[in-house]
Structure formats: structure tokens, C-alpha cells
């Protein structure tokens, strides 16, 4: 019996590997379109794209079941005007010219799963936020917004939706949690900034299950935010992180010392650590997913003894 196809847009980063071999396990066919073609990735055909401009690979759209877009530039970066553009960009272009490639073949995907940020709720603590929680300011929910606009104004009328409004997702071969690690292991996981910030997460074994559950379950539909049940401050966070890896001290960062930090040594946006948001995933409960792991220390746990 020939395998369902299942493609990934901009599937090369730690998410899209990681995803990538849970699909296949699952008995897919799992297609990669990127514009790099990763040495970890040569049991998977790998097309060839730019990210915003019809080619070749276009041709891995006909018959398969589902796309799922994770294509855009990475946000832990310096947010150099140049960077910023970039962010937008290649958010804008990739989901525009999936819907492209959508028209140009017979039979087409007829599920489409789109990624999003938990970012686009802005950042506050003070409020817990749900799928219908008023968004947010600043250039995450701005480019939020305008992803998802674009994603529904190229979605075709006989397509199913789901755009998945992801936070911080923690896994044992890539993405934040490596990094927040090493710091632990320095002796600088106390908290961050006056550490009162949301820290939201999800394991990466059930952002994996959502997406299975996307692709098989048509009762899935719109917006979802993907989102442990129990998200928590930075100060908790830090503290269970370092008493899973059984770090006793953790000095604390405050906000010069991150700012300093984060720019000339981690090279990246020190907003990223010293704001933050509650995130709920109300949509998925409603649907009865169960999450695997829904508390931070039997996640961090499982990923990192």
C-alpha cells in the first residue's frame, strides 16, 4: 500500500527534523522543501526552494495529503531593521507562494497546517491568554497578524485549516532549551529580569501529536493555541530546570546584565527572556486532546535524564 505524502515547507530547523521523523514513523512519506539540504535529513527527499518563487518542487504538492508551513527566519536574532524585515518577509512570502502551488497542480493538499507564534498575544503577564484574547502590540504580534492574514487570504475554499499558535517549544536535540541548559550549567539560571515574565511551553512529543492529530482529525479546524496546560513564570521555570539537572545555585540575570548578554555574547534580542505571556490551550482541551506531558518537571525530566 502506497504511503499518504505528507510535505513540510522550511522543515530543516530543529522543529521540522524532529516532526519530520515522528511522521515518518508514523507511516508517511515525509517531502522536506527547503532551501538547504541538511546532512541529517538524507533518508528524506529534500526539494529545492527560494521561499518565494514558484519551481520544480512544486510538483511534490500533487497528491499529497497535507502541508504543514514552518518556514520563516529564526527570531532569536538581533533585531536589526535588516533582521526585522527579514522575519517578515520570509513569513509572507512562503505562505503566499504555498498558495501558489496549491493552484498550480490537479490535486492538490487538502489539509493545510499553518505555523504561528503564542507571541501574537503581545507580552503581558498580567492576563492569561486564550484563542480569543485580544492580540497583542509590538513586532511579534505584527508580524503574527499579518502571517495569519496572508495564510487566509491564499488558503484555498476546499482546503482545512489549522494554524497552530506555538510557544516555546522544548526538545532534546535543538531550540531554547540547549541554550537555557548551558546557562544553567554556568551557574546563571536564576531568574531573569524581575522573573515574574510567562514562560509557555509544550514538549516536543506533543507538539508532534497535535499535528498528527491536524492531519487525521477533520474535526480540526482554525486557530489553536499550542501550549502546555500549566504555563509558568520565569523564576519557576529556571528553578525546575536547575533542580532537574541537579544545579544547586543559580545565580539571577537582571535586566542590564541580559541586555548586555543577550547582545554581545548570545547575540540575540533580550526581550525575548525578559518579557513573556501565560498561554492556554483552550481549543485543543475542547477537542479532548490529552497532553503526555502537561507539568514542567516530568517534561524536563524526560528530556534531559
Known amino acids: 500500500m502506497k504511503k499518504e505524502k505528507i510535505i513540510i515547507t522550511g522543515g530543516t530547523g530543529f522543529l521540522g527534523k524532529s516532526l519530520a521523523n515522528f511522521l515518518s514513523e508514523k ?56 533582521n526585522c524585515d527579514e522575519i517578515l518577509r520570509s513569513r509572507i512570502d512562503s505562505t503566499k507562494i504555498i498558495g501558489e502551488a496549491m493552484k498550480s497542480v490537479v490535486n492538490p493538499p487538502k489539509i493545510w497546517i499553518q505555523m504561528s507564534t503564542a507571541h501574537i498575544y503581545g507580552d503581558s503577564s498580567s492576563r492569561i491568554c486564550s484563542e480569543n484574547t485580544t492580540l497583542g502590540y509590538g513586532l511579534a504580534p505584527f508580524v503574527g497578524k499579518k502571517w495569519e492574514k496572508t495564510f487566509y487570504q491564499n488558503l484555498p475554499s476546499d482546503c482545512r485549516d489549522v494554524v497552530l499558535r506555538t510557544s516555546f517549544v522544548i526538545g532534546k536535540n535543538g531550540g531554547a532549551l540547549k541554550q537555557l541548559k ?18 509557555s511551553w509544550i514538549h516536543e512529543i506533543d507538539f508532534q501529536r497535535i499535528v498528527l492529530e491536524a492531519i487525521q482529525n477533520e474535526n480540526y479546524s482554525g486557530i489553536y493555541n499550542v501550549s502546555s496546560p500549566n504555563p509558568t513564570k520565569n523564576e519557576t521555570f529556571m528553578k525546575t530546570l536547575r533542580n532537574v539537572l541537579k544545579i544547586p545555585i543559580g545565580f539571577s540575570s537582571p535586566i542590564w546584565m541580559t541586555q548586555i548578554g543577550a547582545k554581545y555574547i548570545l547575540k540575540t534580542d533580550a526581550e525575548l527572556a525578559l518579557y513573556g505571556r501565560f498561554i492556554k490551550p483552550k481549543r485543543l482541551k475542547k477537542e479532548g486532546f490529552k497532553f503526555h506531558f502537561p507539568e514542567l518537571k516530568n517534561a524536563l525530566e524526560n528530556l534531559l535524564k
Request: one cysteine or more; a neutral charge; glycine letters at 12%.
Open 27 to 82: 507511516e508517511y512519506d515525509v517531502i522536506i522543501i527547503s532551501r538547504n539540504h541538511p546532512e541529517y535529513f538524507k533518508d528524506f527527499l529534500v526539494s529545492n526552494w527560494d521561499g518565494f518563487s514558484l519551481g520544480n518542487w512544486v510538483e511534490e504538492f500533487e497528491n499529497a495529503k497535507a502541508v504543514i508551513n514552518l518556514a520563516g527566519k529564526n527570531v532569536n536574532c538581533l533585531k536589526t531593521p535588516e
Open 182 to 199: 548551558k546557562i544553567v550549567k554556568l551557574g546563571f539560571g536564576g531568574k531573569t529580569g524581575n522573573g515574574k515574565q510567562g514562560m
